[in-house]
Structures are given as C-alpha cells and as structure tokens.
C-alpha cells in the first residue's frame, strides 16, 4: 500500500470517530434532557413513597445492628486489608515510577560523561567507568521498584543489587580503636 493511501485511511477514519462522537454527544444530551423533563412533582413523590416502603419492609438497620462483635472485627479487617492493598498498589506504582526516572537519570548522566570524557581525552576508560557506574544505579533502582512491587524472591537476579567498591570500602575512621577520650565521649553520647 502506498503512503498517499495510508495516509487517507487515517483521515477517514478520525473523520468518522468525530461523526461518531457529535452523533453520542448529541444523543446523551437528548437522554439528559428527557430524563430532568421527566422528573414531575408527582413522580418525585411516588418515587420517595416507594423508596420509603422498600427500606421499612427490609429492615436494614435490625439487620446491622444485630451482627455479633465478632462479625464488626472481621469486617474492619477486610476493609482495613483492602484499603492496605491499595496503598501498596499506589507505592509500587510510585516506586516503578521513580526506577524508571532513575534509570533515565542513570542513561543520561552515563552519556553525559562520556561524552565528557572523550571531549577532555580522557578515552575509552573514563566512557566504560561511567558506563558502568550508570548500570549499577539503574540497577538499584530497578531493584528499589521490583522491592515496592513485592514480586522479587530470594533467587531472583534482582534480589541483591550489586555493591560498588567504594560501598565496600571501610571506613577509615574505624579502622583503629579510638583515643579512651573518644570512646569516653562516644559512649556518653549514646
């Protein structure tokens, strides 16, 4: 098929969805109208009359009032559990979000680097190390994402993110036993 024709498909098909969407526009402001022209005095009482009598013969104030306590805790559990359930939906999608954003971060700030680096003639091995300092903090954040998800299992590749070196690195300020003055101080302080 030629581009001119694809190119005329698609006009004639948003041209028919705008038809389609005056014709339903057009149509629920019809049933709209009709339906608040409906609504008489007289219907509206009818209409309460009726609702009143559905809800006296029901009952449903008996009903509820006359559930055991033990019925109320397993109904507040239920609701408590599914309002929990949607906050977690929500922080998966937020962290998901954020890994995705992190990940973009990560590319950019790689790209940016070694085109940096190849501008100061730093080469190739500043490109790799950015590279993959980049990978590793998308790494992270995919991990991060996966963890609000609650879908990563101990076997999983993402269930541990891979440390740098320098997290690795102790920290020289604990590599000797400090001054009794020191320990003193740190121990008061705690």
Known sequence: MRFDDLVQRVHDSEHALELQRS???TTWQGLRTSWR???????????????????GRAQPVRKVVGLPASRWVQIGTSL?????????KDAATTA???????????????????????????????GATSAAVAADTS???RAAGAAAQGSMSPGSPT??????????????QWQTEPRP????????ER
């Open 159 to 172: 269930a541990r993110p891979s440390a740098t070196d320098a997290r690795r690195r102790a920290d020289p």
């Open 23 to 25: 014709h339903t526009r």
């Open 139 to 141: 790494g992270v954040a």
């Open 96 to 126: 998901e979000a954020a890994a995705d954003e992190a990940g973009v971060a990560a590319d950019v700030a790689a790209d940016t680097a070694s085109v940096a680096a190849v501008s100061n003639g730093a080469g190739v091995a500043a």
């Open 181 to 188: 003055a020191e320990a003193a101080t740190e121990l008061s």
């Open 37 to 55: 022209e409906g609504w008489t005095p007289p219907r509206i009482v009818l209409a309460g009359l009726l609702g009143g009598f559905l809800v």
């Open 80 to 88: 408590w559990s599914l309002a929990a359930s949607f906050k977690a």
